[in-house]
């Protein structure tokens, strides 16, 4: 107990002594975060230098410490070999967690991957990978490549094999372990060996590893006439307010008269540029987020500065992977009846973390403050009874609905606490049934062999007879019953899928054609247009814009009666 304590303090105090090593922009105003188990944060600053008393504490806490690994080492019957890294790693992580879910240490290469999700970018070679199962052989294979990237300047295409990285065969592994060892500094060079899908001969290419752009945005188009729509699921970093305000221009040039922002599978991020897209939309003065702490310094408060909003209808379409900076946004927008939230209810992460810079490169968050939205009602999820596996895993104690804060927004409707944003519009995800999901290997493979020119009479679904990753503002690629024919007699002649469930599975397999001859002739971004067009709270959220413009219209009167 003693050493837990003392491990505990020391930790505090040198991450004190080392928050001065921080570079902008990690200070009080910005605050990153990506919710995922084991790597979610927040950050919120305002740490301090330490005074000599506290330093020389400090230093007879290391000394304890190290004392404490000596004996271990000359006591443990595996001593020798014992690594003491991992020791303090495991002591420090289960430490911190003990205290809420999103306090976390990270060593250094955990805490380099952890900055880099803010940045916009990351080290690798910018290709979408995924696995895919084929006679019982489980392999991963390009999806598409990002324009200008290494993987695109080494011709990698969609379908391509990877067989193996630096002359480790990769078959049977997960696509996250292929991709991180993929990933790595940047500038290094490394040799893929591949199994061309135009060829299917072995080909090994050598790729130096760069920067590669991360959009926060990664597509925005017109989804219907006079319907605009943002998808904004990849965070909030340093540059989404940015492509936020070039996304809505571009959509106002195209006709846009009412907006679909989706925040789905948006994890957070920073706080600054959540608070500035909100802003977009709310008059000045307005309430959109409040901050409260144990000290002053993370006490904030948050106000739009905007004296001309913009008026346009919005709709914000959420699930329970919308965590944290997104979530203030959804917040938001609710309480002050800016927006109609659709979709499932929110992850529930309204901790505020400082983002606390360590020596050799390592990392640490401790939980600061509550985030509060403009009604006063906090979006934190209760955590006190749950695991870490069922809190990441959207489980919520049965007393939580019972005992829900309750609030009213500008236009006196009721909202509750204490448990994410519940959406005005409640819809379900279209989730794939046990039939759907038995035929995605085979639509992969099929279209494999199709946008390669070797399904015979479906010569026209060449993937060269499109833009080869073009981003297209529009997927406009009609599916033939000449086209699902012959998928059926491949499914015959290469899965073991009953004829009955290729015959009730129609209307799937057209739509997923679709998409994955749109992932091979576009690119992954642009072939979610598809899925978009079949996907039931988009369809729910268009339905609501009326509803959503009457709304908005409500809350202008009610704030110009307020500032009279």
């Given at each position: 107990?003693?050493?837990?304590?003392?491990?505990?303090?020391?930790?505090i105090?040198?991450?004190?002594?080392?928050?001065?090593?921080l570079?902008?922009?990690?200070n009080?105003?910005?605050?990153?975060f990506?919710?995922?188990?084991?790597?979610?944060?927040?950050?919120?600053?305002?740490?301090?230098?330490?005074?000599?008393?506290?330093?020389?504490?400090?230093?007879l806490i290391?000394?304890?410490?190290?004392?404490?690994?000596?004996?271990?080492?000359r006591?443990?019957?595996?001593?020798?070999?014992?690594?003491?890294a991992n020791m303090?790693?495991?002591?420090?992580?289960?430490m911190?967690?003990?205290?809420?879910p999103?306090?976390n240490?990270?060593?250094a290469?955990?805490w380099?991957?952890?900055?880099e999700e803010?940045?916009?970018?990351?080290s690798g070679?910018?290709?979408?990978?995924a696995n895919?199962t084929?006679?019982?052989?489980?392999?991963?294979?390009v999806?598409?490549?990002f324009?200008?990237?290494?993987?695109?300047?080494?011709?990698?295409?969609f379908?391509?094999?990877?067989?193996a990285?630096?002359?480790?065969?990769?078959?049977g592994k997960?696509?996250?372990?292929?991709?991180?060892?993929?990933?790595?500094?940047?500038?290094t060079?490394?040799?893929?060996?591949?199994?061309?899908?135009?060829?299917?001969?072995?080909?090994t290419?050598d790729?130096?590893?760069?920067?590669v752009?991360q959009?926060?945005?990664p597509?925005?188009?017109?989804?219907?006439?006079?319907?605009?729509?943002i998808?904004l699921?990849?965070?909030?970093?340093?540059?989404?307010s940015?492509?936020?305000d070039?996304?809505?221009?571009?959509l106002?040039?195209?006709?846009a008269r009412?907006?679909?922002?989706?925040?789905?599978?948006n994890?957070?991020?920073?706080?600054?540029?959540?608070?500035?897209?909100?802003?977009?939309?709310?008059?000045?003065?307005?309430l959109?987020?409040?901050?409260r702490?144990?000290a002053r310094?993370?006490?904030?408060?948050?106000?739009?500065?905007?004296?001309?909003?913009?008026t346009?209808?919005?709709v914000?379409?959420v699930?329970?992977?919308?965590?944290s900076?997104?979530?203030?946004?959804?917040?938001?927008f609710?309480?002050d009846?800016?927006?109609?939230?659709?979709?499932?209810?929110?992850?529930?992460?309204?901790?505020v973390q400082?983002?606390?810079g360590l020596?050799?490169?390592?990392?640490l968050?401790l939980t600061?403050?509550?985030?509060l939205?403009p009604s006063?009602r906090?979006?934190?999820r209760?955590?006190?009874?749950?695991?870490?596996?069922?809190y990441?895993?959207?489980k919520?104690?049965?007393?939580?609905?019972?005992?829900?804060?309750?609030?009213?927004t500008?236009?006196?409707?009721?909202?509750?606490?204490g448990?994410g944003?519940q959406?005005?519009?409640?819809i379900k995800?279209?989730?794939?049934?046990?039939?759907?999901?038995?035929?995605?290997?085979?639509?992969?493979?099929f279209?494999?062999?199709?946008?390669?020119?070797?399904?015979?009479?479906?010569?026209?679904?060449?993937?060269?007879?499109?833009?080869?990753?073009?981003?297209?503002?529009?997927?406009?690629l009609?599916?033939?019953?000449?086209?699902?024919?012959?998928?059926?007699e491949?499914?015959?002649?290469?899965?073991?899928?009953?004829a009955?469930?290729?015959k009730?599975e129609t209307?799937f397999?057209?739509?997923?054609?679709?998409?994955?001859?749109?992932i091979?002739?576009f690119?992954?971004v642009?072939?979610?247009q598809?899925l978009?067009?079949?996907?039931?709270?988009?369809a729910k959220a268009?339905?609501?814009?009326p509803?959503?413009?009457?709304?908005a219209?409500?809350?202008?009167?009610?704030?110009?009666h307020?500032?009279?």
């Open positions: 107990m003693r050493l837990s304590v003392r491990l505990f303090v020391l930790v105090l040198a991450s004190i002594t080392a928050s001065a090593q570079k902008a922009p990690f009080s105003t910005v605050d990153p990506s919710i995922k188990a084991g790597s979610s944060f927040v950050a919120s600053g305002g740490v301090t230098g330490m005074s000599a008393a506290t330093s020389s504490k400090a230093k290391a000394a304890d410490i190290r004392e404490a690994e000596e004996i271990i080492k006591n443990h019957f595996d001593g020798s070999s014992l690594n003491t303090t790693t495991s002591a420090l992580g289960g911190l967690r003990a205290l809420d999103h306090s240490y990270y060593d290469a955990e380099k991957d952890l900055m803010e940045r916009s970018s990351y070679i910018g290709a979408s990978i895919f084929q006679n019982g052989v489980t392999d991963t294979y999806l598409s490549t324009p200008g990237s290494p993987a695109a300047r080494a011709q990698l295409r379908g391509d094999k990877i067989v990285i630096n002359g480790e065969r990769v078959a997960e696509s996250d372990v292929v991709r991180d060892k993929i990933r790595g500094e940047n500038g060079a490394f040799r893929l060996t591949v199994e061309r899908a135009a060829t299917n001969r072995i080909e290419v790729i130096r590893r760069g920067r752009a959009p926060s945005i597509d925005a188009y017109i989804l219907r006439p006079g319907v605009g729509y998808d699921s990849e965070g909030f970093n340093y540059t989404t940015d492509e936020f070039a996304a809505y221009t571009e106002q040039r195209q006709g009412s907006l679909i922002l989706d925040l789905r599978g994890g957070g991020g920073i706080v600054d540029q959540a608070v500035k897209v909100a802003e977009k939309f709310l008059p000045t003065g307005t959109i987020l409040t901050q702490g144990r310094i993370d006490n904030r408060v948050w106000r739009s500065g905007n004296t001309t909003p913009e346009m209808p919005l914000v379409l699930d329970e992977d919308t965590a900076a997104s979530e203030i946004v959804a917040g938001a609710q309480d009846d800016r927006a109609l939230i659709v979709g499932e209810r929110t992850f529930g992460k309204g901790l400082s983002v606390i020596p050799a490169g390592a990392g968050t600061c403050a509550r985030y939205t006063g906090s979006i934190q209760d955590y006190s009874k749950l695991d870490l596996y069922d990441f895993n959207h919520t104690p049965s007393a939580a609905a019972d005992s829900s804060f309750i609030a009213h500008l236009t006196d409707r009721i909202v509750f606490g448990d944003i959406p005005d519009e409640v995800s279209d989730t794939l049934t046990q039939a759907e999901a038995a035929l995605l290997d085979p639509l992969f493979f279209v494999r062999e199709a946008a390669n020119g070797r399904i015979v009479g479906q010569e026209n679904y060449r993937a060269t007879s499109f833009s080869f990753g073009r981003r297209v503002l529009r997927v406009d009609p599916i033939s019953d000449s086209l699902v024919a012959a998928f059926n491949f499914v015959a002649k290469n899965a073991d899928v009953p009955e469930t290729l009730a209307a397999i057209r739509l997923r054609l679709r998409y994955e001859l749109a091979a002739s690119g992954t642009s072939a979610n598809v978009a067009e079949d996907d039931p709270q988009v268009i339905a609501a814009l509803r959503a413009e009457q709304l219209q409500l809350a202008a009167r009610a704030y110009q307020a500032i009279r």
